[in-house]
């Protein structure tokens, strides 16, 4: 939500009507538990073998390694992460 949040800032991506609108219905209409950035998922954060530093990769990654999930994306880059069990969605 967070990287959304900026993105829409940006003008990289539309939120119709509004961003806080948007992200209400997209968590109520999708099955998404959020994990919370803990310790171990800062410190995680950063020893992720990532080609890039974008920060909200970093604790996307973190989070899905600390609590062993499985990062479903469309981003091309996140694929090639070691650490993590990536399901691409494209």
Request: with cysteine.
């Amino acid at each position: 939500m967070w990287e959304a949040l900026i993105l829409a800032e940006r003008g990289r991506i539309a939120l119709e009507p509004d961003p806080r609108s948007w992200l209400d219905e997209a968590m109520a209409i999708t099955p998404v538990v959020e994990v919370p950035v803990t310790f171990d998922v800062a410190m995680a954060s950063r020893s992720v073998a990532l080609e890039h530093r974008d920060p909200a990769d970093r604790f996307i990654v973190a989070s899905a390694k600390v609590f062993d999930l499985t990062l479903v994306t469309a981003d091309e880059r996140l694929p090639r992460c070691p650490d993590i069990d990536v399901l691409p969605n494209r």
